[in-house]
């Protein structure tokens, strides 16, 4: 390849990517040559600036027309800038949360955990504008990797090295198996083009092959649903969001799980609609696959909320709790209504806000007590008010109450399950009954920060990166709560 | 060797999937399970490049992926092994029963 084939490709579409691993290096070498005994935390200040540029750089490329450089490998539609906005949002907001990481032990590897925390946000980035199954998976590898240093960054702590084991462990299960699926997607289309391959799947009329390409189908699937912790992947999530630092189980709750609805998205849309299904209607294999997705949401929903209602540990909970929410999406692509993308994007917007917000105040809370039990949410009320209320917000979006942006999310998702013809009418009643469920362990932190005296009076302070990261988080939930129609014209 | 056909490559790749599979999900043994998860993946390197050269539409494509997924597949080993090194230090064992301090 010559140079002159290297400089007409248009980089200036991969600013945010080039900007985010510009800071990762500077940090990187920064933490090499800063003096051992220097504070590292001011390298979060750095990472920070440095997502919030990519992020005004992502904005400016809106206008752009959607294009494919580098031999159709890196795709930059409307699709990955709206997905690539939520990333980078959720990735600033989990480095706000790291700069105020104290936990009681200290942290040793505090450059590090800057630098790997941006690492993973290219590599979702890189995932959500993917063309091509193998920039998708090496996005997908950046992501897990640094993900799984993350969760074990404690090194002296028993609990983190156990998550991160498990986490490993799973990780390379889930990999494996979707790897399996693209094998033989590749092996029936002989290319790794995501837009070729579905060209390609049209041709496959034969039914061996369609039998061949709906395990395929099934493997990824299954694979996949490690990323967004749903069923059948989900066990690892509870151990991991309890052992690893809070603003990494932060990170993977909200980026790492709208990078893996990216990529289900991205893949099943484009390649299954495609493909011819067996048998009785012309639909595609996508369709015929309805039922396996509709009834792994239904699974997902119903595990994550009955389990989450007997944890003491807040972010035990809060992984129950995040499966649920996976459940909650998955409907929306289990119904494959029109309004699809857009709900999926809305509420992964809505939870963004709101469990970046609950993650903040948790990590405060648990930070000052050394451990994560409910009890140290007692009194909340009459050690900060302000607080208080703001935990109230989040409470109240992510059980879907009116008013806020959770049950934006949750409407649009309930009202796509029943546009469909026709309609998803037991889904709908199931995710009706399963949210009346959150009600009891979510409103049960509300007694807890409300009516329950305080163990400790004394008034409790937010340092300035978490008093941030609350405030935003409090601002979005309403305002899009409120006018959602905000975010909605934005997306188009 | 062109007359080996497809479908025993195939074959080949399916079992030693399924061995890993298997290995990964009942063994005790740490270092074990992170040998059958290099088998799984391995098992689709196989697959990959036997597509690749006998499959339907022969490319170099699967060539590439395969080594890609040797590359990441060794990276993600030594993560593992990391890891396994630090919580052996804290914990003195490799057995996955007995790391269980996190229950519900």
Known sequence: MSMHTLLQYKWEMMTPEFIVLGTALILSLMDLFMPDDKDRRPLAWIAFVGVAIALIATIGLIPAKAVSILNDTFRLDAFGKAFKLLLLAGGALSLLLAFDYRPKEGLKDRGEFYYLLLCALLGAMIMASSGDLITLFVGLELLSISSYILAGIRKTSMQANESAMKYVINGGISTAITLFGMSYIFGLTGTTNIKEIALEVQKLTDSGYQYILAIAFLMMLVGLSFKISSVPFHMWTPDVYQGAPTPVTAFLSVVSKTAGFVIVLRLFITIFTQAPAQGKDPSSLLFSMQDYIAFLAGATMIIGNTIALKQRSMKRLFAYSSIAHAGYILVGFAAMSWVMIDSIWFYLLAYLFMNLGAFAILQRISDEADSDDLSHFAGLYQRNPLLAVAMGIFLLSLAGIPGTAGFIGKLNIFLGALMTEPGHYVLAAVMIATTVVSYVYYFGIFVQIFFRPADETTSLRMPIGLAMVVVLCALGTLLFGVVPGLAYHFLE | ?104
């Open chain 2, 1 to 104: 060797m062109s007359s080996v056909p497809l479908s025993v490559y195939l074959v080949l790749a399916l079992i030693l999937f399924c061995i890993g599979l298997y290995g990964a999900l009942t063994k005790r043994n740490t270092v074990i399970v992170l040998i059958c998860i290099e088998l799984m993946l391995n098992a689709v390197n196989i697959n990959l490049v036997a597509f690749a050269k006998y499959g339907a539409h022969p490319g170099i494509a699967g060539q590439i992926f395969a080594l890609f997924t040797i590359t990441v597949a060794a990276a993600e080993a030594a993560v593992g092994l990391a890891i396994l090194m630090a919580l052996y230090r804290n914990r003195k064992t490799v057995h996955i029963d007995e790391i269980d301090s996190m229950k519900h």
